[in-house]
């Protein structure tokens, strides 16, 4: 591995220089700095962030990695742990880690780096042996939700196996033997754990189970979607005594001559078994207020519902969101009208740009939204490449489909709601994209 004594030889500049260049701690005139980051390029170098940290660690200063803070999961925790720091008079940095190892990572270097006293860590994508780098190096490291054998003492995870076990046992119990699993596909421990608990459990009713009745998918909503359609299509037979949640937060947002029809016109007969769920967030733009809205007919469907939302903390009631979504409702309706067909308006504009200047990309025809998928395969390129040509051929950053599971491989997902003009540098920056300039791209960008 190298040394910042190899970087600062290849440079030919001195250790203090480089120094300065990795921890910015003083001016360095900029064709010595170039020579010292290409120097640190090719050799790979990779700044000891922890060593770093030890000189400027601040003692009132704690680090959190976490998951997606969207997830309540991690709200709470991100809340337990602000709650702790402020008893002991600490103050709180957060990082959100996604779910994406190099997002885990940069966040975890970022948090070392600012001189955290301690870091307390959920990554579900950082291999072990990573976490265990960073623990070497840095004592005062927890993680949580996670077991790691060379560093338990300084890990707080769930009992999975028991708790898997005590879940299918409870359904083998109430009669049931046909028992399916859905698992992430994360390389982590708790997921084999759980597989443990579910198939010890079905040994002790003497069942094998069926490898169909194990889904394993990526952890995020669109593989709990297709996990529910492998099911069904399975031919496994199914108890159907399901609630449906509809989630309708886009019913707002529909193109011209597109219709919507919520769940709950389904008829009174289906009232006890449904949720319509909206939200003025995405139509509004109030997002940042977290306001949404579940319509339940049945009381006691109702009354369920609302203790659960009780047990996990989630009861808390906000007048300012509450009033927004209320008067955008009620009183925006020219508003919304003028969106939609300035949505309507950028989506036929983009599409006739792009059928016209880009033969390598379809359209995926749509309902509604302001978003727009692009199906680039035609390029042949691999996501990691198709990456790197939207963001140093076509100067854009679209959401990668393949973030949405394998089905999403080869598209891009365009956000329309924005201005005119925005959309047309997307499309001046797409029309550069072509066979020549693609020709010899990396592998993996």
């Not at 003692?59 to 997606?68: A, V």
């Not at 939200?279 to 659960?308: H, M, Y």
Request: with cysteine.
């Amino acid at each position: 591995m190298a040394t910042i004594k190899d970087v600062a030889s290849m440079a030919g500049v001195s250790t203090a220089t480089v120094s300065r260049v990795i921890n910015q701690t003083a001016w360095v005139e900029p064709v010595t700095r170039e020579r010292v980051e290409k120097a640190m390029r090719d050799l790979n170098y990779r700044r000891n962030a922890a060593a770093i940290a030890l000189a400027k660690r601040s003692g009132d200063m704690l680090g959190l990695l976490t998951g997606n803070l969207a997830d309540p999961f991690f709200a709470r925790l991100a809340r337990g742990v602000e709650d702790v720091s402020r008893k002991q008079q600490y103050r709180l940095m957060v990082c959100s880690g996604g779910h994406d190892e190099e997002m885990e990572k940069a966040g975890l270097d970022f948090l070392v780096n600012q001189g955290c006293e301690a870091i307390v860590v959920h990554a579900s994508r950082l291999p072990d042996k990573e976490l265990l780098r960073y623990a070497a190096h840095f004592p005062a490291l927890v993680v949580v939700n996670r077991y790691i054998a060379g560093m338990a003492n300084r890990c707080i995870w769930l009992e999975n196996r028991s708790a898997a076990r005590e879940a299918t046992r409870y359904l083998l119990a109430n009669g049931h033997r046909r028992i399916a699993c859905v698992t992430s596909d994360l390389p982590i421990i708790d997921r084999q754990e759980r597989l443990d608990g579910y198939r010890q459990a079905l040994e002790e009713y003497g069942i094998s189970p069926d490898p169909r009745w194990v889904i394993s998918v990526p952890f995020n909503e669109e593989g709990g979607e297709r996990a529910a359609h492998q099911l069904i299509n399975s031919g496994l037979p199914l108890t159907y005594d399901v609630t449906l949640i509809s989630d309708e937060i886009w019913a707002d947002l529909l193109l011209p001559g597109e219709t919507f029809t919520s769940v709950l016109h389904l008829g009174e007969r289906w009232h006890k078994r449904v949720i319509s769920a909206t939200a003025a967030s995405k139509t509004f733009g109030l997002s940042s207020l977290r306001i949404s809205n579940f319509l339940i007919p049945d009381p006691t469907l109702r009354l369920r519902f609302l203790s659960r939302l009780d047990a996990h903390g989630l009861d808390v009631f906000n007048a300012l969101s509450v009033q927004a979504a209320t008067t955008a409702w009620n009183e925006s309706r020219q508003w919304l009208d003028s969106l939609l067909d300035y949505l309507a308006e950028n989506r036929r504009w983009f599409v006739e740009q792009a059928t016209e200047h880009l033969p390598w990309a379809r359209i995926v025809p749509a309902q509604g939204t302001y978003l727009l998928w692009m199906d680039c395969k035609k390029l042949g390129l691999d996501d990691e490449q198709l990456k790197w040509v939207m963001a140093d051929v076509a100067g854009i950053a679209p959401s990668m489909g393949s973030g949405f599971g394998p089905a999403g491989s080869g598209f891009i997902r365009l956000n329309l709601g924005c201005p005119r003009t925005y959309l047309e540098m997307a499309i001046d920056g797409l029309k550069r994209i072509s066979v020549k300039t693609i020709k010899g791209i990396p592998t993996g960008g």
